[in-house]
T-cell receptor, first 114, second 115 residues
């Protein structure tokens, strides 16, 4: 089973709203990731969690706030977003061991900020 | 600085023929390479990977070749099928240090397989 699930599938929010994106995996992976993807571009790494601790923050604005409640769940809290934040947000997971670095992606949340 | 490059934005192939997608990298610290397939508005699907200790890995219709001296890898799809039409991303990891856990993606190649 290489499934990563993400909810919601689509999200429309205003610039003053607060919303959260959710990600879940049951593969026993200990590393989880948030990516942002704009049309016709490759995925762009935002955050990495390793063993439930934030290990990489790619200088993401504070209006994006990640949270890893346990080893299976990853959230991305959104507040005061801008229209340019509209994108496909992807979650991924992997084993956190050298040689087992394949990341498995979820289907993504399509976010539109009005 | 683009460390992983896919120089062909698009590739068009006839059904049943071979598709060859190419990828070049500049960082000699990369030691693990992956290919992903992506349909519009969906997440990337993992296809195949190769470690730098190998030069070839096969999985069904998909074969990845790695030439470390040339810092080049390629994905061969034989035979190509219309359902293979998608964007293909090459990715690399293992640059070490604070980059551990990061995948560096190429810009993608749009493959179109014509019936």
């Amino acid at each position: 089973d290489t499934e990563v699930t993400q909810t919601p599938k689509h999200l429309v929010m205003g610039m003053t709203n607060k919303k959260s994106l959710k990600c879940e995996q049951h593969m026993g992976h200990r590393a989880m990731y948030w990516y942002k993807q704009k049309a016709k571009k490759p995925p762009e790494l935002m955050f990495v969690y390793s063993y439930e601790k934030l290990s990489i923050n790619e200088s993401v604005p504070s209006r994006f706030s990640p949270e890893c409640p346990n080893s299976s769940l990853l959230n991305l809290h959104l507040h005061a977003l801008q229209p340019e934040d509209s994108a496909l947000y992807l979650c991924a997971s992997s084993q956190d061991r050298p040689g087992e670095e394949t990341q498995y992606f979820g289907p993504g949340t399509r976010l539109l900020v009005l | 600085d683009q460390q992983v490059k896919q120089n062909s934005p698009s590739l068009s192939v006839q059904e049943g023929r071979i598709s060859i997608l190419n990828c070049d990298y500049t960082n000699s610290m990369f030691d693990y390479f992956l290919w992903y397939k992506k349909y519009p508005a969906e997440g990337p699907t993992f296809l195949i990977s190769i470690s730098s200790i190998k030069d070839k890995n096969e999985d069904g219709r998909f074969t990845v070749f790695l030439n470390k001296s040339a810092k080049h890898l390629s994905l061969h799809i034989v035979p190509s099928q219309p359902g293979d039409s998608a964007v293909y991303f090459c990715a690399a990891s293992g640059a070490g240090g604070t980059s551990y856990g990061k995948l560096t993606f190429g810009q993608g190649t749009i493959l179109t397989v014509h019936p």
